[in-house]
């Protein structure tokens, strides 16, 4: 009996317990019963999860202790930012800067709702204030600027905030001297903000520019899934790329491109791994290697980046106190 | 110039054409009858519909005309405004896209780098350039060109009419994000002026990676988006036939970008586009590119690069608390 079943089993036993019981005492309110009352299963929810790829169920807190790879099938499940975080930066060194950057609504963008609303309601069921969230941290002792894109904010979209903070950060890398470390998880452009989130692709690249001109390491990891403006402008300008297994990236949307070239298009295109015998990426990375990966390309490139403060190959961070997390 | 029977007209122009008829017609009797009156008031009766159509233009008449099979393409405006054309090809490692054109033009005796996107006018010509999408080979024979600009300190001005960039299998394995991409890093790093001018469809990504500029012009009833309104509408209305709501939305016209600060100057067509009168629109079109052009090269060029770099770093609204 596999754990399906077996989950299946006891909800199917607890369900005619219960229906046993209503039984005994007759009706509830007044009505007979004939189904039996849905259990609620949120701790069970939580307990649990089914595989987005095998569809096995797995324990939760072996799923996030093996960093939210399946370990039946390999699939890497999507992260939220503060779990990446947590799992790339050492405890306690992430520092977030630009958290008060908020979405505007330049446009009064309106479709079926209002843009404004959707940014409330993103805000709401991400926890998060944007769609990137950006900052320094340690990776094993090295300091890094680091941004992180938010999926669950209206599909990591970019727009006038997300521009701005990577440009921020970027610019600020610039000036401590650190190498800059992109994690992209987006649907592409903010289409709410108009013109103005287009615009955001050539910002992004031009502040690239200017560390590329200041000779600094620039990393762009790819993530499920990257499309859009955002791999067309900062995620493809990485001196190293690399992405994780099986994550889809490209340009054009799967259907889009079908629906242009009216043929079916193999089953791998766009994947992680397409991309690398393709020649457009570094390396594909799974999870569980990927803080040492990072570590060692930074330490690798290091005879650019000049750390302040205690030098002694140690974090910038390093004597600072752990911080709480806001 | 093309009179007006020439042109095919857009559904919103049909008022127009009726009236035409009528007073065509009537112009024949009254030639007989000597009944001019009738033949007078009609014509104040069109010039009136005339310009109630043309000065009221909703966002998604103005894709229209900015799609018109008729309007001038870059290699028109080339021809138009430079009495030489010198026209380079090749990405120097695969091929050659046809969908962008680029070379060497001269104006007032000073040599510039000319760089669009090209549409055809028929299938067979939309066969060779793809509709004005380009591919990454596109995007990778602009980026030479940038270069070769760079070097022989030529100013670019690139002409901007594509639907975006194409969405194929080969552009995807050939990695057209990335060609896109190192376009706008490298346009943002050039130190020579750069000139953008939308002409007609201003698409997305596709776009922009010539459009990273010093001053971006707009023709007056060109549209410049992040999206196509259609695209737009599919996934926000689900239902691409609300494209006119989300062309309205997205704040796609020249007079709506120039209020949102994203480009420098529209450029005026004649009355219902610049395919009534191609010349016309390219006299108007060579003034503002000397015009920008005098202002930009009294900068030293690290000033024009910072000029460009300051001008994309203001971009975007955002509160900052």
């Known amino acids: 009996m596999g754990l399906k079943d077996f989950f299946k089993n006891r909800q199917l036993k607890k369900a005619e317990k219960l229906q046993g019981k209503i039984a005994l005492n007759g009706s509830v309110n007044g009505h007979d019963i004939k189904t039996p009352p849905p259990i609620c299963d949120d701790v069970l929810c939580s307990l649990w999860t089914k595989c987005q790829s095998c569809k096995e169920l797995l324990y939760t807190s072996d799923l996030k202790k093996n960093l939210s790879v399946c370990k039946n099938c390999g699939y890497h499940h999507r992260l939220t930012s503060q779990e990446r975080i947590d799992q790339l930066v050492d405890y306690g060194s992430f520092i977030e800067i630009d958290e008060n950057v908020l979405p505007d609504d330049p446009l009064n963008f309106v479709d079926l709702k209002p843009y404004k609303d959707r940014l409330k309601e993103a805000a709401k069921s991400s926890g998060v204030k944007e769609a990137i969230i950006t900052g320094y941290g340690n990776i094993n002792n090295s300091p890094v600027a680091l941004g992180v894109m938010e999926f669950q904010y209206i599909g990591g979209s970019m727009g006038s905030v997300v521009g701005e903070k990577i440009t921020r950060l970027v610019e600020s890398a610039i000036l401590k001297r650190l190498p800059v470390i992109l994690i992209s998880s987006s649907g592409g452009a903010r289409m709410h903000e108009g013109i103005l989130s287009l615009m955001q692709m050539a910002k992004t690249s031009s502040a690239l520019k200017s560390l590329h001109e200041a000779k600094l390491l620039y990393i762009s990891l790819l993530t499920e899934p990257t499309f859009g403006g955002v791999t067309a402008s900062f995620a493809m300008l990485g001196d190293i790329i690399m992405a994780e297994p099986q994550a889809r990236i490209g340009f054009a949307g799967r259907r889009v491109i079908e629906e242009t070239i009216r043929q079916k298009l193999p089953k791998d295109f766009q994947t992680a791994e397409y991309l690398l015998e393709n020649g457009q990426i570094d390396m594909v990375v799974p999870r569980t290697s990927l803080k040492n990966t990072i570590c060692d390309l930074v330490r690798l490139h290091k005879q650019n980046h000049k750390p302040i403060g205690s030098n002694n190959g140690k974090g910038i961070f390093h004597e600072m106190p752990i911080l709480a997390r806001i | ?321």
């Open chain 2, 1 to 321: 110039m093309k009179t007006e029977q020439d042109v095919i007209p857009l559904d919103f122009e049909k008022p127009l054409i009726a009236l035409a008829k009528q007073i065509a017609e009537l112009e024949e009797k009254a030639l007989n009858n000597g009944n001019k009156k009738i033949v007078n008031d009609l014509k104040n009766q069109y010039e009136k519909v005339k310009s109630q159509i043309y000065k009221n233009l909703s966002p998604i008449e103005k894709v229209k005309i900015a799609r018109h099979v008729q309007r001038p393409y870059a290699l028109d405006y080339i021809q138009l405004i430079s009495p030489i054309w010198i026209e380079l090809h090749g990405d120097r490692t695969g091929k050659d896209d046809s969908a962008m054109v680029g070379g060497l033009i001269e104006i007032d005796g000073q040599t510039l780098m000319a760089i669009g996107t090209q549409k055809g006018r028929n299938i067979k010509e939309n066969q060779k350039r793809n509709f004005g999408m380009p591919s990454p080979e596109g995007y990778r024979k602009a980026l030479r060109l940038f270069y070769h600009a760079e070097k022989f300190n030529m100013p670019v001005i690139t002409f901007i009419d594509t639907p975006g960039a194409y969405p194929g299998l080969e552009a995807e394995a050939h990695n057209q994000s990335q060609a896109i991409a190192m376009n706008l890093r490298e346009l943002a790093g050039l130190t020579v002026p750069v000139i953008a001018v939308v002409t007609g469809e201003g698409g997305s990504g596709g776009a922009l990676a010539v459009g990273v500029a010093n001053r971006v012009l707009m023709l007056e009833n060109s549209v410049y988006s992040v999206i196509s309104p259609e695209g737009c509408a599919a996934i926000l209305w689900r239902t691409r036939d609300k494209a006119k709501e989300a062309a309205e939305a997205l704040k796609i016209t020249a007079q709506d970008l120039l209020r949102l600060g994203v480009i420098d100057e529209i450029i005026p067509e004649v009355e219902g586009g610049a395919h009534y009168n191609p010349s016309l629109t390219s006299q108007c079109l060579i003034a503002a590119i000397k015009k920008h052009l005098s202002e930009l090269q009294k900068l030293t060029p690290s000033e024009v690069k910072n000029d460009r770099q300051d001008k994309i770093r203001k971009m975007g609204a955002f509160i900052s608390v």
